[in-house]
């Protein structure tokens, strides 16, 4: 195995050759900030919300108290009464602050954007986006250039663009312009996507597309309780599509306009916060390590105070789960957000929808009328599906492929591939007899094209954990050959033990 590097170059161009993810619409150029999963990608995705889905809604759950948890599935539409983000504060405040250029009409969100250069004087400065590496190195040169200088001095400095004044703005060159002074200072953008429902496009029929699945849980809460039989603590979850017409998508599909969440909001008595939350929070780390994410990339960061939104401050707090992808490197990127939302949003749409009071929910137990609080772990399925890519990239020269992605069995688009060694002696048979047996469970792919070298390179570039060989040995002994993707070691086994076998190694039995 190798110490060469993962870039993300070459984990894009792996995605897009073996059909784990293209751009969407790509026969017309694609559209910035939209991705489609290919056959492997889709498998591998489908593998990660099923198994959130099951080890979250289906399998027991033990909670803190070693109790079992309740947690309940919904399926919402993605368009919802306006009404909603008026109620969750989307519609007023879901902004981020953006720049123009107005010589190249680019729009960049101002907290993307550093300037670097001499603040004192009238020096002239460069901004660029920040963690474009390239963007970065052009910046610098540019500066040596116009200073006539090696390198940047001590005296040169890094600023968020955010934090520079209207005069050191005036002296900016943006990323793409020429000259400088052509960015503008910081406005909101609203992030919904909007459209219209029925014929007319009016204000009256204008609506959005949810910017997160976790209104239609909230908007759900009242009509969950009345026709289930939860009882507080208990948790509501779903997982969908949300849209945000972020203002600079990038790193892959790191930053989309379309994407997948798997979101849960779990419904407590106010005065079990602290307790719910760091279980929520020390469980969802546990989860990302269990199907692979167990290198040192994967983190999990509290908040500080200051960063906390406004209902969280005077509870349990916020952490992230990180990752720590090649193109934030040596920074993480954020897979999930664990939140204490206090009664923030079952409050504000109690009040929206003119109920108010009348809307907490009955305690039995405690004989107590409350709204309930909730902590949120909101997870994103394409950052998830990211990370698991880049964590199973393993470049490795001494391979024919010259690379083996490392999923971990649960989550790898292919279980197991059955080969016939050659086409003769019966072998393509036994190999297909075998092939259908696994295949009544599994996802299984069968080959007996090419040469065996070529066939294993195409399963190491799949992730495929393990590979049956049907060979000259198997209809005298009755045993096949199984290789292991991660060691490469061959091992033989009873070709009647095979599917009991796998099942094993899959946690399947
Ligand atoms: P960021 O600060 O990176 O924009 P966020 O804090 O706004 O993310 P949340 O609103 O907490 O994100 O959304 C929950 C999860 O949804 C995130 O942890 C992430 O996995 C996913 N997510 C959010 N925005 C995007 C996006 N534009 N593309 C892909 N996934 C996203």
């Given at each position: 195995?190798?110490?060469?590097?993962?870039?993300?170059?070459?984990?894009?161009?792996?995605?897009?050759?073996?059909?784990?993810?293209?751009?969407?619409?790509?026969?017309?150029?694609?559209?910035?900030?939209f991705?489609?999963?290919?056959?492997?990608?889709t498998?591998?995705?489908?593998?990660?919300?099923?198994?959130w889905?099951?080890?979250?809604?289906?399998?027991?759950l033990?909670?803190?108290?070693?109790?079992p948890?309740?947690?309940?599935?919904?399926?919402?539409?993605?368009?919802?009464?306006?009404?909603t983000?008026?109620?969750?504060?989307?519609?007023?405040?879901?902004?981020?602050?953006m720049?123009?250029c107005?010589?190249s009409?680019?729009?960049?969100?101002?907290?993307?954007?550093?300037?670097?250069?001499?603040?004192?004087?009238?020096?002239?400065?460069?901004?660029?986006?920040?963690?474009?590496?390239?963007?970065?190195?052009?910046?610098?040169?540019?500066?040596?250039?116009?200073?006539r200088?090696?390198?940047?001095?001590a005296?040169?400095?890094?600023?968020?663009?955010?934090?520079?004044?209207?005069?050191?703005?005036?002296?900016?060159?943006?990323?793409?312009?020429?000259e400088?002074?052509?960015?503008?200072?910081?406005?909101?953008?609203?992030?919904?996507?909007?459209?219209?429902?029925?014929?007319?496009?009016?204000?009256d029929?204008?609506?959005?597309?949810?910017?997160?699945?976790?209104q239609?849980?909230?908007a759900n809460?009242?009509?969950?309780?009345?026709?289930?039989?939860?009882k507080i603590?208990?948790?509501?979850?779903?997982?969908?599509k949300?849209?945000?017409?972020?203002?600079?998508?990038?790193?892959?599909?790191?930053r989309?306009?379309?994407?997948?969440?798997?979101?849960i909001?779990?419904?407590?008595?106010?005065?079990?916060?602290?307790?719910?939350?760091?279980?929520?929070r020390d469980?969802?780390?546990?989860?990302?390590?269990?199907?692979?994410?167990?290198?040192?990339?994967?983190?999990?960061?509290e908040h500080?105070?200051?960063?906390?939104a406004?209902?969280?401050?005077?509870?349990?707090?916020?952490?992230?789960?990180?990752?720590?992808?090649?193109?934030?490197?040596?920074?993480?990127?954020?897979?999930?957000?664990?939140a204490?939302?206090?009664?923030f949003?079952?409050?504000?749409?109690?009040?929206?929808?003119?109920?108010?009071?009348?809307?907490?929910y009955?305690?039995?137990?405690r004989?107590?009328?409350?709204?309930?609080?909730?902590?949120?772990?909101?997870?994103?399925?394409?950052?998830?599906?990211?990370?698991l890519?880049?964590?199973?990239y393993?470049?490795?020269?001494?391979r024919?492929?010259?690379?083996?992605m490392?999923?971990?069995?649960?989550?790898?688009?292919?279980?197991?591939?059955?080969?016939?060694?050659?086409?003769?002696?019966?072998?393509?048979?036994?190999?297909?007899?075998?092939?259908?047996?696994?295949?009544?469970?599994?996802?299984?792919?069968?080959?007996?094209?090419?040469?065996?070298?070529?066939?294993?390179?195409?399963?190491d570039?799949?992730?495929?954990?393990?590979?049956?060989?049907?060979?000259?040995?198997?209809?005298?002994?009755?045993?096949?050959?199984?290789?292991?993707?991660?060691?490469?070691?061959?091992?033989?086994?009873?070709?009647?033990?095979?599917?009991t076998?796998?099942?094993?190694?899959?946690?399947?039995?």
């Open positions: 195995m190798s110490d060469s590097p993962k870039t993300m170059d070459d984990i894009v161009a792996l995605c897009r050759r073996r059909g784990f993810i293209f751009q969407s619409s790509e026969i017309y150029g694609g559209i910035n900030g991705w489609d999963y290919g056959p492997l990608g498998a591998l995705k489908r593998n990660l919300k099923n198994a889905w099951s080890d979250v809604v289906e399998r027991e033990l909670g803190p108290d070693g109790e948890i309740d947690i309940v599935g919904v399926d919402c539409t993605i368009i919802m009464n306006p009404k983000w008026v109620a969750s504060g989307h519609a007023g405040g879901f902004n981020d602050p720049v123009d107005r010589e009409k680019q729009r960049y969100r101002a907290d993307h954007l550093v300037v670097l250069g001499r603040m004192a004087g009238d020096a002239r400065l460069w901004a660029f986006v920040e963690g474009d590496d390239d963007a970065r190195t052009r910046a610098t040169k540019a500066l040596c250039k116009y200073e200088i090696d390198a940047p001095g005296d040169h400095v890094l600023r968020p663009f955010t934090a520079i004044s209207a005069d050191e703005r005036a002296r900016c060159l943006g990323p793409a312009a020429s400088p002074g052509s960015l503008t200072e910081p406005r909101q953008f609203n992030l919904m996507f909007k459209t219209h429902c029925g014929a007319l496009q009016d204000d029929s204008m609506a959005y597309l949810r910017p997160e699945t976790a239609g849980i909230f809460f009242w009509n969950v309780v009345d026709t289930s039989r939860v603590p208990f948790g509501i979850a779903q997982v969908g949300a849209f945000r017409n972020e203002v600079t998508p990038r790193n892959f599909t790191f989309s306009r379309e994407f997948e969440q798997m979101e909001e779990f419904f407590i008595h106010p005065s079990t916060a602290v307790e719910w939350y760091r279980w929520w469980w969802r780390f546990g989860w990302w390590q269990s199907i692979g994410l167990t290198s040192a990339n994967l983190q999990l960061r500080d105070r200051d960063e906390l406004h209902y969280a401050k005077n509870g349990a707090g916020t952490s992230d789960i990180e990752y720590r992808f090649p193109f934030t490197s040596p920074g993480y990127g954020e897979l999930e957000g664990v204490h939302r206090a009664d949003d079952l409050t504000q749409h109690a009040n929206h929808c003119g109920k108010g009071e009348k809307m907490r009955f305690d039995q137990a004989n107590e009328r409350y709204f309930p609080h909730v902590v949120e772990p909101s997870a994103g399925a394409d950052r998830g599906a990211l990370a890519l880049c964590e199973a393993t470049p490795d020269p001494s024919p492929s010259g690379v083996v490392r999923f971990h069995p649960r989550m790898a688009p292919i279980k197991a591939a059955v080969y016939p060694l050659t086409a003769k002696d019966g072998q393509p048979e036994i190999a297909e007899r075998l092939y259908r047996e696994l295949r009544r469970k599994h996802t299984i792919e069968f080959d007996e094209k090419q040469s065996i070298g070529k066939r294993y390179a195409r399963m570039e799949a992730g495929t954990p393990y590979c049956f060989t049907i060979d000259g040995e198997t209809a005298s002994t009755g045993s096949v050959t199984v290789r292991h993707r991660d060691t490469l070691q061959q091992e033989r086994v009873a070709i009647d033990q095979v599917p076998w796998l099942d094993e190694r899959l946690g399947t039995a």
